[in-house]
C-alpha cells in the first residue's frame, strides 16, 4: 500500500526558517517531489530528490533519507507571501504515477 | 501561454447529468495525466496517458468515469450521471519522456454537483 504523512497544518513567522516533514510507508519508490499549491490554484513543482541528502534551491531546500521513508522542506526566510499547501508526493517504480500527502497548510504571520 | 490549460475552470451540475472537462497540455509532451483533488486534501491519482494510449487506471476511476486523448494531444474526462460525492477539483498534468522528473499542472476544473 500506500502511506504519506505530514502534518495538516503549521504556523510561522515571516522571516523565520520552518521545517515541513514527510514520512512514506510506499510499495515502489522513484523518487520524491515537493510542490507548493495556493488556494484554488495548480501545484507548482518546487524540488525533487531521488538520492539520499539535501537539494537546496534559493530559500527552499528539500532533504531525503530513503532508509528511513523519510523527506522534509525547508523554507527560509518565510515571507508572507509563503503561505500555502505544501505538498510531498512519491513516484512510483515505473514513473508513471504520483501518490501525494494530504498537504500541510503553512500559514506564515507578520 | 505555453503551459497546461484546462477548461472550463469552473462547472455547476446537478446530480444525474453528465459532465465532460478538456485538458490542453504542453505541445510537446507525450505524457498526459488526470488527478482529483477534494478540500484538505492532496491530488489523487486517476489516470494517464502515452500519446493516445491511455495506460493505467486507478480504481478510483469507476465505470461513470472515461478519458480519451484522441489524437495524443489534448485529453477528455467524462463523467456519467454525476454525483455528489464527484464534486472536487480535477488536475491534468503532462510531461516529456519516460523519466522524466517534473509533471506540470494545469489550473484545473472545479466541479459542484448540487
Known amino acids: 500500500g500506500q502511506n504519506i504523512d505530514q502534518p495538516t497544518e503549521m504556523t510561522a513567522t515571516e522571516g523565520a526558517i520552518v521545517q515541513i516533514n514527510c514520512t512514506y510507508q510506499?510499495?515502489?519508490?522513484?523518487?520524491l517531489f515537493w510542490y507548493q499549491q495556493h488556494a484554488g490554484e495548480a501545484p507548482t513543482f518546487l524540488s525533487y530528490?531521488?538520492?539520499?541528502g539535501l537539494e537546496e534551491k534559493g530559500r527552499f531546500s528539500s532533504f531525503l533519507s530513503r532508509s528511513k521513508g523519510y523527506s522534509y522542506l525547508l523554507l527560509k526566510e518565510l515571507q508572507m507571501k509563503d503561505s500555502a499547501s505544501y505538498l510531498c508526493?512519491?513516484?512510483?517504480?515505473?514513473?508513471?504515477?504520483?501518490?501525494f500527502g494530504g498537504g500541510t497548510r503553512l500559514m506564515v504571520k507578520p | 501561454d505555453t503551459g497546461v490549460s484546462q477548461d472550463p475552470r469552473h462547472k455547476i451540475t446537478k446530480r444525474g447529468q453528465n459532465v465532460t472537462f478538456r485538458c490542453d497540455p504542453i505541445?510537446?509532451?507525450?505524457?498526459l495525466y488526470w488527478y482529483r483533488q477534494t478540500l484538505g486534501q492532496g491530488p489523487e491519482f486517476l489516470t494517464y496517458?502515452?500519446?493516445?494510449?491511455?495506460?493505467?487506471k486507478s480504481r478510483l476511476l469507476s465505470d461513470r468515469f472515461s478519458a480519451e486523448r484522441p489524437k495524443g494531444s489534448f485529453s477528455t474526462l467524462e463523467i456519467q450521471r454525476t454525483e455528489q460525492g464527484d464534486s472536487a477539483m480535477y488536475l491534468c498534468?503532462?510531461?516529456?519522456?519516460?523519466?522524466?522528473?517534473?509533471?506540470?499542472f494545469g489550473p484545473g476544473t472545479r466541479l459542484t454537483v448540487t
Open positions: 498534468a503532462s510531461s516529456l519522456g519516460l523519466t522524466t522528473t517534473r509533471k506540470y
Open positions: 505541445s510537446e509532451h507525450n505524457r
Open positions: 508526493a512519491v513516484r512510483d517504480n515505473a514513473g508513471n504515477m504520483l501518490t
Open positions: 510506499t510499495s515502489g519508490f522513484n523518487g
Open positions: 496517458f502515452q500519446n493516445e494510449a491511455q495506460l493505467e
Open positions: 530528490n531521488v538520492l539520499d
